[in-house]
């Protein structure tokens, strides 16, 4: 990546020497996929430009778990394979009240008792946390999207073909990503009280949820997860969403 195409220079400089990320042991693997990492130990030219660079190969039918970072914003590059992204925007809302409310002083003061109804509705939806709206696109080869530091995301592949993602993950510097699923989940580390508040649930049921998945960092996606609830439980159709069973 030391140059660019058509001897256009690479944006982030002249690089010293290559490094082969792929020449390094994976820092996670599994039958459901491996995440490479290279961080500025292992390349000091990253130390400069606050960069912590990341592929990841999500096998067919698996999901990398629900994480996001504390203070990167993730650059993300599909470059093999095809799937689904889910990112949960705790903004979109916002804005979007904002704009409701807008329009609504513009046309007036009517329609009062819909607007009651609307705000109890609202209110509603807070006291139950609902705070944040899903983000939800597929992906491809070549498709380039970004997720910013408090932002919790999931990748899932298709059942076709692997999905592979290079990331670059900007002011890295003391940055920490936290898993929202998988058996390395930070909910874990919840107490009961903050369990039942925030899911609504006692902590038996929270607690059944969180152990489920044995493994960690990628597992299988969600219409393997749904096939896997039917057969165990007789349920059926797929879960509702990638970020359900985290909480979202």
């Known amino acids: 990546m030391s140059r660019g195409s058509e001897g256009r220079s690479w944006p982030f400089g002249e690089s010293r020497r290559p490094f082969n990320l792929f020449h390094k042991r994976p820092a996670h693997s599994n039958r459901h996929g491996e995440l490479r990492e290279a961080d500025s130990d292992d390349y000091p030219e990253l130390r400069d430009l606050n960069i912590h660079i990341s592929y990841a190969n999500?096998?067919?039918?698996s999901m990398i778990a629900p994480n996001y970072n504390t203070e990167a914003t993730k650059i993300s590059v599909v470059v093999?394979?095809?799937?689904?992204?889910?990112?949960?925007?705790?903004?979109?809302?916002?804005?979007?009240?904002?704009?409701?409310?807008?329009?609504?002083?513009?046309?007036?003061r009517g329609r009062q008792e819909g607007r009651e109804e609307e705000e109890e509705e609202e209110e509603?939806?807070?006291q139950r946390g609902q705070?944040?709206?899903?983000?939800?696109?597929?992906?491809?080869?070549?498709?380039?999207?970004i997720v910013p530091a408090g932002h919790p995301s999931v990748s899932v592949s298709s059942r076709n073909e692997n999905l592979e993602?290079?990331?670059?993950?900007?002011?890295?510097?003391?940055?920490q990503r936290t898993w929202l699923a998988g058996r390395?989940?930070?909910?874990?580390?919840?107490?009961?009280?903050?369990?039942?508040?925030?899911?609504d649930l006692p902590e038996r049921e929270v607690d059944e949820v969180l152990n489920a998945p044995r493994e960690?960092?990628?597992m299988a996606g969600p219409n393997e997860r749904g096939r896997e609830r039917e057969r165990e439980e007789g349920r059926d159709g797929p879960l509702e969403s990638i970020l359900e069973f985290a909480g979202f």
Not at 96 to 102: D, S, W
Not at 165 to 175: D, G, R, Y
């Open 58 to 61: 999500i096998s067919k039918g």
């Open 80 to 108: 093999g394979g095809n799937g689904d992204v889910q990112i949960v925007c705790p903004h979109i809302s916002r804005q979007q009240e904002e704009g409701r409310r807008g329009r609504e002083e513009e046309e007036g």
């Open 124 to 126: 509603e939806q807070q």
């Open 131 to 145: 705070h944040y709206r899903r983000v939800e696109s597929k992906v491809s080869c070549g498709t380039t999207f």
């Open 165 to 175: 993602v290079l990331c670059f993950e900007i002011n890295a510097k003391n940055n």
């Open 184 to 199: 390395n989940n930070v909910l874990k580390q919840m107490d009961r009280v903050t369990k039942e508040l925030a899911f």
């Open 216 to 218: 960690e960092v990628f």
